[in-house]
């Protein structure tokens, strides 16, 4: 079945880094949009970051832009997240979700989610 | 920046009967709005994209509607398993546009 499972949570230091790993199977991932959106303990969801089916294109939050970077690599199926220069609130669960789009036409909503991967960042 | 704001922040309705909630665009976004299902200790669940269609395997006691800025997801004879928080999200004109944004959520709890 479609699957997306996330991996490379943990607790870092501010100031810090940490990269996250998506493994997608169950579908032909790569033409497919990726997203990656988070959720600090208790709030809502915050869209964080999207990369094309391709990786011709990446877009970012405000909040993250210049910190973190997303990527892929198709032949391995996965999507990743560099994130730097970590911050407090950047502390979250960090979902990755299929875009519903396909190849150049994404939709930009989530289709299918992950199980998340946990971020601490503290001292 | 698109705002969106949902109403109530909770609400208690008790089982089988009818919940609606609300969804207010900062400016339209057409009909690019969508509603996500999230219970506690899991990942939110896609319902309702195009403001309107329901995903793949969704029961037909969810609908959605509205257009513009103005939105509202039904659910028309509340199950045990529907209690959970649910959350609008717009899709219009991005990119670039501006970001994917996210509403704060509706707590729908039993009363």
């Known amino acids: 079945q479609v699957q997306l499972v996330e991996s490379g949570g943990g607790v870092v230091q501010p100031g810090g880094s940490l990269r996250l790993s998506c493994a997608a199977s169950?579908?032909?991932?790569?033409?497919?949009?990726v997203h990656w959106v988070r959720q600090a303990p208790g709030k809502g969801l915050e869209w964080v970051a999207f990369t094309r089916y391709d990786g011709s294109n990446k877009y970012y939050a405000e909040s993250v832009k210049g910190r973190f970077t997303i990527s892929r690599d198709n032949s391995k199926n996965t999507v990743y997240l560099q994130m730097n220069s970590l911050r407090a609130e950047d502390t979250a669960v960090y979902y990755c979700a299929k875009d519903r789009g396909y190849s150049s036409s994404p939709r930009y909503f989530m289709d299918v989610w992950g199980k998340g991967t946990t971020v601490t960042v503290s001292s | 920046e698109i705002v969106m704001t949902q109403s109530p922040a909770t609400l208690s309705v008790s089982p089988g009967e009818r919940a609606t909630l609300s969804c207010r665009a900062s400016?339209?976004?057409?009909?690019?709005l969508a509603w996500y299902q999230q219970k506690p200790g899991q990942a939110p669940r896609l319902l309702i994209y195009?403001?309107?269609i329901r995903a793949t395997g969704i029961p037909a006691r969810f609908s959605g509607s509205g257009s513009g800025t103005e939105f509202t997801l039904t659910i028309s004879i509340l199950q045990s398993e529907d209690f959970a928080v649910y959350y609008c999200q717009q899709y219009n004109k991005w990119p670039p546009g501006g970001p994917i944004t996210f509403g704060q959520g509706t707590r729908l709890e039993i009363k």
């Open positions: 169950g579908f032909t991932f790569s033409t497919y949009g």
């Open positions: 195009g403001a309107s």
């Open positions: 400016q339209s976004v057409s009909g690019n």
